[in-house]
């Protein structure tokens, strides 16, 4: 053993509480033992020739400790901050394409930007160092493939609320006439489709609104086409509803809802008093020969 100093990241005080334990140890056995040589002893099982060699070198260690550079700063606040910047950017730049789609590829490309390489992995330290507890095997030509999803998956849930933001910025006016219309056609479609799921009741819940929601969203594809190609139309107290700018917001509503459940909530019950009435419901439009 002489010769391996196992002193690893052990101070002086840590040192002294070691001694010490020592010595109660001993003492408890019956042995007698002062502290001087309970330090002898801890000095021998670290494998220095006595404690004043020991004592030096853990001072030593413990300067160069007080002065070495601080670790790198956790980039990942800053990667969040560029999440975010990125969901906002992506209301302007995205063309023909539907909103949501663009969010996610601009926060694909920041994500890609963030993990370019090694390095800049590395400046993630608190991800980095669960990644690696959870993932430390992944082959090196995954690895960065691997910590990039890893990344998406914890990251991507904290910027909800920006996500939100920007969805109900463009759903707005449009979210509870949609989603009406919507439920209004899976009624004239589906005789089972009960009151008791509507989104019309007075005393709408936030837990009614998200089943109401999530039966919506698992039909209203097919619904909107057929009622499209058969003739019907919704109409509201403010007006017919426009089945093409519905069939467009859908995708953008659905990712509202799954990322600001609330917010979409809210946004629902403020704009459904504006449209229902008398005059509301489904009529069939027979169309010229």
């Known amino acids: 053993m002489s010769g391996m100093h196992q002193h690893a990241s052990m101070t002086s005080e840590q040192a002294k509480s ?12 019956g042995v007698e033992m002062s502290i001087g040589h ?31 550079v601080p670790p790198a ?30 969010i996610r590829h601009a926060l694909y490309r920041t994500l890609n930007e963030a993990t370019a390489d090694l390095d800049a992995i590395q400046t993630l330290t608190g991800p980095f160092s669960k990644f690696l507890d959870r993932n430390g095997s992944v082959a090196g030509g995954s690895f960065v493939e691997v910590f990039r999803g890893y990344l998406g998956k914890q990251l991507i849930p904290q910027i909800a609320d920006t996500i939100a933001e920007v969805l109900a910025g463009e759903t707005k006016g449009n979210l509870a006439q949609t989603l009406i219309a919507v439920e209004l056609l899976l009624g004239k479609r589906f005789l089972h489709f009960g009151r008791e799921r509507t989104l019309l009741v007075e005393d709408l819940s936030f837990e009614k609104f998200i089943a109401c929601c999530d039966y919506i969203m698992s039909n209203e594809r097919l619904t909107l086409i057929e009622a ?16 093409t700018k ?11 809802i799954r990322h600001g459940p609330r917010l979409a909530f809210e946004m629902f019950l403020s704009e459904r008093s504006e449209i229902i009435g008398r005059e509301m419901g489904v009529i069939h439009r027979i169309h010229a020969a």
Not at 73 to 92: I, N, P, Q
Request: no cysteine; glycine share 4%; aromatic share 8%.
């Open 38 to 68: 309970a330090y002898e002893a801890l000095a021998g099982s670290k494998g220095y020739a006595n404690w004043s060699t020991m004592k030096a070198n853990l001072e030593t260690t413990s300067a160069k400790s007080a002065t070495a």
């Open 228 to 243: 499209t190609r058969a003739g019907y139309v919704v109409r509201f107290a403010n007006g017919e509803i426009d089945p």
């Open 18 to 29: 070691a001694a010490k334990n020592i010595k109660s140890r001993l003492e408890a056995l």
């Open 246 to 256: 519905a069939a467009q917001m859908i995708s953008s509503i659905e990712h509202l």
């Open 73 to 102: 700063a956790d980039a990942t606040e800053d990667l969040k901050e560029k999440l975010r910047e990125a969901v906002r950017f992506a209301s302007t730049n995205r063309g023909n394409r539907p909103l949501f789609v663009e």
